[in-house]
C-alpha cells in the first residue's frame, strides 16, 4: 500500500496540478499516477466541502449545521465520482478512447484537489470578511472549481489523445451516459422491490391459510 502513498506519487501529483498538460500525459504513458491516491483525495474533497457548509461564517453561510449530514455526503461524493469514471469509460471504450479505467480516475480524482484547497481557504477567509465582502467569498470558490474543472478537462483530454472539441463533445455524451444509467438503476431497483414485494405477499398468504 505504501507504494501507492509514496512521496513519489505525492511530487507527481503536485507536479500535475501545475502543469497538467504534461502531468497527466505521462501518468497515461509511464503509470505514474494512483488511483488510491484519487481516491482519498475525493474523500478529503468531501470532507472540505462538509467542513465548508458547517464552519464558513454566517455572512456566507445560512446552512442549518444540523441539515448537514457528513457521511451521507460522503457516501454521495463518492457514488457520484464512480458514476462519472463509469459514464466516461463506458462512452469512451465506443469513441476510440486511449483511457483505461484506472487514468479515468485518476484525472477526475486529482481535479479534486484545487477545489478542496479553496474551500478550506474559502472557510477560513469567511470567518474574518465583512458583509459587503461576499463577492470576494464566491470569487475565491468559483475560482477553485474553474481551475479544477480545467484539470479534470484536461486530463479527459490527455489520457484519451483526444483534440479539445472532441472532449467536450465526450463530457456531454458522459453526462447524458451518467443520466442513464441513473434511471437504469432506479428502474432495477423498482423491479427488485416489485417481485420482492410479490413473493412477500405469497409467503404471507401461505402463512396466514396454513
Not at 19 to 35: A, T
Not at 75 to 90: E, M, P, Y
Not at 120 to 125: D, I, S
Request: a neutral charge; charged letters at 10%.
Amino acid at each position: 500500500m505504501g507504494k501507492y502513498f509514496s512521496k513519489a506519487k505525492w511530487s507527481y501529483l503536485f507536479y500535475t496540478i501545475t502543469h497538467p498538460m504534461d502531468g497527466y500525459y505521462w501518468i497515461r504513458h509511464q503509470d505514474k499516477g494512483s488511483v488510491p491516491l484519487a481516491i482519498l483525495l475525493v474523500v478529503i474533497f468531501s470532507c472540505c466541502f462538509t467542513a465548508n457548509r458547517l464552519l464558513s461564517s454566517f455572512v456566507v453561510n445560512d446552512i442549518d449545521p444540523r441539515g448537514v449530514d457528513s457521511l451521507y455526503e460522503l457516501i454521495g461524493t463518492l457514488a457520484f465520482f464512480l458514476l462519472l469514471c463509469v459514464s466516461n469509460w463506458s462512452v469512451t471504450c465506443l469513441m476510440g478512447g486511449e483511457g483505461r479505467m484506472k487514468d479515468i480516475t485518476i484525472a477526475i480524482g486529482y481535479g479534486t484537489l484545487p477545489m478542496s484547497v479553496v474551500l478550506v481557504l474559502a472557510t477560513v477567509v469567511s470567518r474574518f470578511i465583512a458583509d459587503d465582502e461576499q463577492a470576494f467569498y464566491g470569487l475565491l470558490i468559483a475560482v477553485g472549481i474553474a481551475y479544477g474543472i480545467i484539470m479534470i478537462l484536461i486530463g479527459i483530454m490527455q489520457v484519451h489523445n483526444y483534440t479539445l472539441g472532441k472532449t467536450l463533445l465526450t463530457l456531454l455524451i458522459t453526462f447524458v451516459a451518467a443520466l442513464i444509467i441513473i434511471f437504469l438503476i432506479l428502474l432495477l431497483s423498482n423491479l427488485i422491490g416489485s417481485v420482492y414485494n410479490f413473493f412477500y405477499s405469497i409467503y404471507t398468504e401461505l402463512i396466514f391459510r396454513v
